[in-house]
């Protein structure tokens, strides 16, 4: 195997149409991996014969584990052949999901659940890939359509799992989605382009310079800064939404309540727009504007909570103006090092979902503080500071700004 990681080559090919676009499949598969059992949570106490709790402090083992795998598997792809880090990855990811199917404690299922959260950060490693080979001209173009594929996941898997789980229940779900993560193992190895590491580092110096990078970098401290503030108000928003619909006057069931997520699929298609125009304009412009339209779309569903046709066409703007944003926020952190950004994304994306973890912990209970309307308020907030942050950035640097 030494030999043929030799041969790898280390240029960085044009990644075809057809290959970007299974990345975008292959990001939204590992992405949703963390979600599916949610929904099903009180089947799966009941199988277990736990409470709900115990059964929900399992579940909460997964984005911890995603954190674990954006910090030490993410790096992997700048220092090894991706194709062969990723079809490991997603390797890992079918057996641990597999794995999960057969636990009978609530003890075995935190672990199985933490060990595929841990391979479900296989999403960043895409991107990070995506960043490097796919040329300067194009990797905001690239890069939004591969992270199109990672919020599909983010909003599929929980909608996905919840209709598998009701039709063949959860244990079969499960398998499910362990069979489509080993067939993309394959597929993986198959399909990347055959190149080798870009990291000029060895991987243990890597990770022990990334806490470092924050302090060297500032588009990354930028970058992360803002994108924590924004991802913690979409966060805040989604969690926020399902309290607030699923209690008095409305009582709406989960499933009904899970269909709003479709609304956020239409704001999808403005990841490829958005990548577009950062390739022509740069970052700033379609940070700002994403923001701008995001903002209001949140203050205005503050009144029409009642009113599903305005809160689904509010939802799908909020969602498309921070999907924008995230595509322009996330090529400044590639270009920092195009030769081998994934240490950068690594960084970057630990501090973007710690902010989202913040708020969804925040939504849930915001409701009951201060209301639907002060929790719309409070990521209304969130996002005017990730434009201010974006603002003052550009005033000292003049035009060389407009590359953040």
């Given at each position: 195997m030494t030999t043929e990681l030799a041969k790898e080559s280390t240029t960085a090919p044009v990644l075809r149409s057809p290959v970007v676009l299974f990345m975008a499949v292959a990001a939204a598969l590992g992405t949703a991996a963390i979600y599916p059992l949610q929904p099903a949570i009180a089947d799966v106490a009941r199988s277990l014969g736990s409470s709900t709790a115990a059964a929900g402090i399992a579940l909460a083992c997964g984005p911890a584990g995603y954190l674990i795998g954006l910090g030490l598997l993410v790096p992997l792809v700048d220092r090894f052949p991706p194709r062969y880090v990723l079809a490991a990855q997603?390797?890992?990811?079918?057996?641990?999901?597999?794995?999960?199917?057969?636990?009978s404690t609530s003890w075995l299922?935190?672990?199985c659940v933490l060990l595929s959260g841990v391979c479900s950060s296989v999403g960043a490693g895409l991107s990070s890939v995506a960043g490097r080979l796919s040329g300067t001209g194009r990797r905001a173009t690239v890069l939004g359509i591969v992270t199109a594929g990672i919020s599909a996941g983010i909003l599929l898997g929980r909608m996905t799992g919840g209709w598998l789980a009701d039709a063949v229940g959860w244990r079969a779900m499960l398998l499910a989605f362990a069979a489509a993560s080993l067939v993309i193992a394959a597929a993986t190895w198959l399909l990347l382009p055959r190149v080798g590491g870009g990291a000029r580092s060895g991987y243990l110096a890597t990770l022990r310079s990334m806490p470092g990078l924050f302090?060297?970098?500032a588009p990354l401290r930028l970058a992360a800064a803002r994108g924590a503030a924004w991802f913690f108000a979409f966060c805040a928003i989604w969690a926020g939404l399902a309290v607030a619909l699923s209690g008095p006057p409305y009582g709406y069931s989960a499933e009904r309540i899970g269909l709003y997520a479709l609304a956020g699929?239409?704001?999808?298609?403005?990841?490829?727009?958005?990548?577009?125009?950062?390739?022509?304009?740069?970052?700033?412009?379609?940070?700002?504007?994403?923001?701008?339209?995001a903002a209001v779309a949140s203050a205005a569903m503050g009144f029409v909570l009642g009113s599903p046709g305005l809160m689904v066409a509010c939802l799908a703007l909020f969602d498309a103006g921070l999907f924008a944003a995230q595509v322009a926020n996330q090529s400044t952190v590639l270009a920092i090092d195009p030769q081998a950004?994934?240490?950068?994304?690594?960084?970057?994306?630990?501090?973007?979902?710690?902010?989202?973890?913040l708020g969804t912990a925040f939504g849930a209970v915001a409701v009951a503080w201060i209301?639907?309307?002060?929790?719309?308020a409070a990521a209304v907030a969130a996002i005017a500071v990730g434009a201010a942050i974006t603002v003052a950035a550009a005033r000292p640097q003049g035009r060389r700004a407009q590359a953040r």
């Open positions: 997603f390797s890992a990811l079918g057996l641990s999901i597999g794995a999960t199917s057969l636990v299922l935190g672990l302090v060297r970098f699929l239409t704001g999808i298609l403005a990841t490829r727009a958005a990548g577009v125009l950062t390739d022509r304009l740069g970052a700033r412009p379609v940070i700002l504007a994403g923001l701008a339209i950004p994934a240490r950068f994304n690594s960084a970057y994306m630990i501090v973007y979902f710690v902010g989202g973890s209301g639907w309307s002060g929790t719309t």
